[in-house]
T-cell receptor, first 112, second 116 residues
Framework: QKEVEQNSGPLSVPEGAIASLNCTYS??????FFWYRQYSGKSPELIMS????GDKEDGRFTAQLNKASQYVSLLIRDSQPSDSATYLC????????????FGQGTILTVHP | NAGVTQTPKFRILKIGQSMTLQCTQD?????MYWYRQDPGMGLKLIYY???????DKGEVPNGYNVSRSTTEDFPLRLELAAPSQTSVYFC???????????????FGPGTRLTVL
């Protein structure tokens, strides 16, 4: 079983729709969870971080965390073509060294 | 602040050659990391450092070495380059959280390395 697994893509949604990206993780003591966006040929940039169960909203983005189910998701409302990118889920374990484990990424395409 | 900078942007090596990938951050972050990303894959941790003078192995350290003599710099050394080391290399840094431990990681622009 992969340590961090994302829903297989690519995911294609029409402009204005809600894009839903999912991620499961295997380490029960994980404490910090991140979503990064990566445009082709560029470095990952942080979109959201979430540390406790529930929802966290930032503009058009909502991260959801369920530690009991070991599940974290990212919703993108009113999707725009500029949201087309690879989205990486990253999980930080329960140590003080901050090692991030990344999922394989989900390619999102928003078509006009 | 320039953030995290990496040099070079691109490099082609021959099998058996060596090189150093440079990484510098000007945010006074304690934690620094080196990742590699193969095509269509997520990032895999090579080495990390929790402060000057302290480094440790990540998931895929074989064929690489690091040092951290200052807070700002975290160079990655490739000895005896092999085709399997063809990848994009990202350096990242993170500050310490108030309660201890690292916070969000910020990435440099990456170095695209090809070994022929």
């Amino acid at each position: 079983q992969k340590e961090v697994e994302q829903n297989s893509g690519p995911l294609s949604v029409p402009e204005g729709a809600i894009a839903s990206l999912n991620c499961t993780y295997s380490d029960r003591v994980s404490q910090s969870f991140f979503w990064y966006r990566q445009y082709s040929g560029k470095s990952p940039e942080l979109i959201m971080s979430i540390y406790s169960n529930g929802d966290k909203e930032d503009g058009r983005f909502t991260a959801q965390l369920n530690k009991a189910s070991q599940y974290v998701s990212l919703l993108i409302r009113d999707s725009q073509p500029s949201d087309s990118a690879t989205y990486l889920c990253a999980v930080m374990g329960g140590t003080s060294y901050g090692k991030l484990t990344f999922g394989q990424g989900t390619i999102l395409t928003v078509h006009p | 602040n320039a953030g995290v900078t990496q040099t070079p942007k691109f490099r082609i090596l021959k099998i058996g050659q060596s090189m150093t990938l440079q990484c510098t951050q000007d945010m006074n972050h304690n934690y620094m990391y080196w990742y590699r990303q193969d095509p269509g894959m997520g990032l895999k941790l090579i080495y990390y450092s929790v402060g000057a003078g302290i480094t440790d192995k990540g998931e895929v350290p074989n064929g690489y070495n690091v040092s951290r003599s200052t807070t700002e710099d975290f160079p990655l050394r490739l000895e005896l380059a092999a085709p399997s080391q063809t990848s994009v290399y990202f350096c990242a840094s993170s500050p310490r959280r108030r309660g201890g431990g690292p916070d969000t990681q910020y990435f440099g622009p990456g170095t695209r390395l090809t070994v022929l």
